[in-house]
């Protein structure tokens, strides 16, 4: 049965029982009359009011048939529109992670039925989509690695040999500068490409947070130092999480270096490290150029590099905050980006405390 022939036949019982129940209460009504007439004469009968027996009928046959027009066919209503609302759930919900997973059919072959089935359809091609989207950058870093590595060392050697003229020297390295970002752009394809498709191992070791963060002040204020950039760690409390060590102290220089790079000359830098509800929580600001909102939203995407023209003067390849929410989410954390109330851009990460260390 279609949708449009069970809300047509939900209506219809609706109406059909309203319509019982003001065919009662007029039969009553008319009964009463018959009887009065009956024992008491057309006089007895005329002393009664049309109008009142009419309100009457109004009043305790029309009302309820309203009220269970009202009640019993939003009932019926929600009951044909459940399967709608269900389906909506469910597509709120999917993503690139559960596109193997397909919407369950009610088998009743109506339009709703058609619908899921169109849209399992949908889910498994772009299922299929993703995955060849996967297996051709996997393949393709991988491929590409072997000839950079030739051409790195080519240049390198082009680069230390004497009889290279000095003319071309500055060429090569130029050459092996740009062969070595390719490098770096190839190996975060790679790792995003292994990280979606679960190829990825983490370890599940117990891991000193603050000492990491205590590590990162070091290594920021180094790279902050040609900029000079003041990088300083407002709070770090001693806290443990379980994670992969060198994995999370990626994800730390991931955010300090994204830090640096977009910031403004004599700017500053501040990191804070807390506990708070059973969780690690890892605090970066930087005082460069703050992003609008909705552009804060997509700052983790792949290639995203906010502003156009900004994007063109600081050197990345956009796919360090792709990275770093990644290994976040492989440890169960979640990362965003704000603003602070004074104008600076802040970026916050929460990852779960180690159940028997203490906050």
């Not at 019982?20 to 008491?40: C, D, K, M, T, Y």
């Not at 790792?191 to 002040?217: P, Q, S, Y």
Request: proline fraction near 3%.
């Amino acid at each position: 049965m279609t949708l449009r022939r069970r809300i047509l036949l939900y209506y219809s019982i609706t109406l059909s029982l309203s319509l019982v129940i003001v065919g009662f209460w007029s039969w009553f009504e008319f009964h009463e009359q018959r009887n009065v007439a009956l024992h008491g004469g057309v006089e007895a009968a005329m002393k009664h009011d049309p109008l009142l027996e009419t309100f009457e009928i109004i009043l305790f046959g029309g009302l309820p048939a309203i009220l269970l027009g009202i009640i019993g066919g939003g009932l019926l209503m929600r009951r044909a529109l459940r399967p709608i609302e269900d389906l909506t759930v469910v597509l709120e919900k999917t993503d690139a992670s559960n596109l193997a997973e397909p919407v369950s059919r009610s088998g009743n072959g109506d339009e709703l039925d058609r619908m899921a089935a169109v849209f399992n359809g949908m889910k498994q091609r772009l299922g299929v989509s993703f995955t060849q989207a996967r297996e051709f950058t996997l393949h393709a870093s991988h491929e590409l690695k072997t000839p950079l590595t030739i051409m790195h060392g080519t240049l390198e050697q082009m680069l230390g040999d004497a009889d290279t003229p000095t003319a071309h020297r500055d060429r090569v390295a130029s050459m092996l500068e740009e062969v070595q970002r390719l490098s770096s752009i190839v190996g975060q394809l790679a790792f995003l490409a292994k990280a979606d498709a679960g190829l990825l191992t983490f370890a599940h070791e117990t891991v000193a947070l603050d000492e990491l963060v205590r590590d990162l002040t070091e290594e920021a204020t180094m790279l902050a130092a040609n900029a000079n950039i003041i990088v300083t760690l407002s709070h770090c409390e001693p806290i443990k999480v379980s994670g992969d060590r060198m994995r999370l102290r990626q994800l730390l220089l991931n955010l300090a270096d994204n830090a640096v790079k977009h910031n403004q000359p004599s700017g500053s830098i501040t990191l804070s490290l807390r506990s708070q509800d059973q969780h690690a929580v890892f605090q970066i600001t930087n005082t460069g150029p703050v992003l609008a909102p909705e552009l804060r939203a997509r700052v983790f995407e792949r290639f995203f590099r906010g502003d156009v023209a900004h994007g063109t003067v600081v050197e990345g390849s956009g796919l360090g905050l792709s990275i770093a929410e990644s290994i976040t989410q492989a440890h169960g954390g979640s990362i965003v980006m704000d603003a602070t109330s004074d104008g600076y851009t802040r970026i916050t990460l929460r990852l779960p405390l180690l159940m028997s260390a203490s906050s």
